[in-house]
DNA sequence: GAATTTATATAACGATCGATGCAGAAATCT
DNA sequence: AGATTTCTGCATCGATCGTTATATAAATTC
């Protein structure tokens, strides 16, 4: 095997780069994210990474690269913020929750700042605009987010926890619609307060359609 | 007064544009809202609407006034899909479940062919991408849409449809959030049918809300 | 008919697009 | 030390961006 511990800094022999790499990274992250993907130009990069294009050239290959490594540097940084609690949640019920409540908090800047409201991932229009592999990128990138949620549910089902009767399919693209709303709304500027309401409007559709109102009609304060 | 009938056609005295106006801005709407602001170039305009810059600039002004009247168009031609039966429903319940199901049906193509799933206004990035005018529009474009909303919800509350402690703000974010993930997924290829699914669930947050179960849990067959 | 007005076709404008060639600078390797 | 490798700054590449000047064509008005 490779030796795995200090992957970074082999210290190659040439002439060391002289900014940092991932910051430069998050920067473009930043752009991307605020403006999308044509709208941001490569002088728009270069003043905000600080680097000449030569240097952005060397070290991330092209735009298109650039914008597939900061995807990655998104999911890096943000994903956790939506899926931690979601993943160490006890019942079906409650990870979904989780997810709701903590995506209103992230995808508002609630939590950790961020450059603009929404996902990354789930605004991103590359596909659209013509760049084919930087589309299928973020597909790819959507389709594991609702396989996640896929997956819990259907564990929820072999554990009892909801009917097995249950529309897992229907009910997993209901949480991916609220979760996208979410996003464009937090986009628009609505608030984290707000966009926990919401969420908690969207889980009573959980609990009417499991039968089991497990709590009372929350008051939405 | 100026004389109203036939506004248009008052026949000018030069010599007469060869193109028809009003199809080749279906044809720039059609780009605009499939590949977005930034990604469309004149280029693309020009050989859409088979006709040559100069045309496009003395019709239409220039490429933000164009996405204007695009917007304009698309509202003309489109809006009365999801708002027709809305505003002829006789509760508030019908007209929201008539708002979602209708949504589902016009954002996926189901009864007028679209050039791509989702709402032109809802998925623009107009305002992100730099243009701030433009977005301007398309946003007042979407408060115009969750005003509708908000006032059949209090006419409703008014006319003792709905309990008047009910949180019309939060149901109206709701609402707008269901219909909005609706547009990112519709522009994913989600199906009309799927779409419609999401919409039935989301009306049990409704009646949940309200106490109210109306209908039995649906089979969403 | 001639004069006027508007639209089209061709060509090109300066600016910016994404992307590089080149020379010098700064590191490692022998 | 010298040779090699890699990164940086400057300049620039051809292509395309949104937009327009110019000349010609097709209509109306007189």
Same mark, same amino acid.
């Given at each position: 095997?490779?030796?795995?511990?200090?992957?970074e800094k082999p210290r190659?022999?040439?002439?060391? %780069?002289?900014?940092?790499?991932?910051?430069?990274?998050?920067?473009?992250?930043?752009?991307? $994210?605020?403006?999308?993907?044509?709208?941001?130009?490569?002088? @728009?990069?270069?003043?905000?990474?600080?680097?000449?294009?030569?240097?952005?050239?060397?070290?991330?290959?092209?735009?298109?690269?650039?914008?597939?490594?900061?995807? @990655?540097?998104?999911?890096?940084?943000?994903?956790?913020?939506? $899926?931690?609690?979601?993943?160490?949640?006890?019942?079906?019920? &409650?990870?979904v929750r989780a997810l709701?409540?903590?995506?209103?908090?992230?995808?508002?800047?609630?939590?950790?700042?961020?450059?603009?409201?929404?996902?990354?991932?789930?605004?991103?229009?590359?596909? /659209?605009? +013509?760049?084919?592999?930087?589309? &299928?990128?973020?597909? /790819?990138? %959507?389709?594991? /987010?609702?396989?996640?949620?896929?997956? %819990?549910?259907?564990?929820?089902?072999?554990?009892? &926890?909801?009917?097995?009767?249950?529309?897992?399919?229907?009910?997993?693209?209901?949480?991916?619609t609220v979760q996208n +709303?979410?996003?464009?709304?937090?986009? @628009? +500027?609505?608030?984290?307060?707000?966009? %926990?309401?919401?969420?908690?409007?969207?889980?009573?559709? $959980? @609990?009417?359609?499991? +039968? /089991?109102?497990?709590?009372?009609?929350?008051?939405?304060?």
């Open positions: 095997m490779t030796p795995s511990r200090s992957e190659g022999r040439g002439r060391p %780069r002289a900014f940092d790499r991932e910051a430069a990274l998050a920067e473009a992250t930043r752009l991307f $994210w605020t403006k999308g993907y044509e709208a941001t130009s490569i002088a @728009d990069l270069t003043e905000a990474m600080k680097i000449g294009s030569p240097s952005l050239y060397a070290a991330f290959g092209s735009k298109e690269a650039l914008y597939a490594e900061a995807l @990655d540097y998104y999911r890096r940084h943000y994903d956790a913020l939506v $899926w931690t609690n979601f993943t160490s949640a006890d019942t079906a019920r &409650e990870a709701l409540m903590d995506s209103a908090a992230a995808l508002t800047g609630a939590v950790v700042e961020v450059p603009c409201g929404g996902c990354m991932v789930t605004l991103s229009t590359v596909g /659209s605009e +013509g760049h084919a592999e930087l589309g &299928e990128l973020v597909h /790819s990138a %959507r389709s594991a /987010s609702i396989g996640r949620v896929k997956v %819990r549910l259907e564990r929820a089902v072999a554990e009892g &926890e909801i009917p097995g009767t249950t529309d897992i399919h229907a009910l997993t693209r209901y949480i991916q +709303g979410m996003s464009l709304l937090a986009r @628009d +500027g609505v608030s984290c307060g707000e966009l %926990r309401k919401v969420a908690e409007v969207a889980m009573l559709s $959980w @609990d009417a359609y499991m +039968g /089991s109102p497990a709590e009372p009609v929350p008051e939405l304060t």
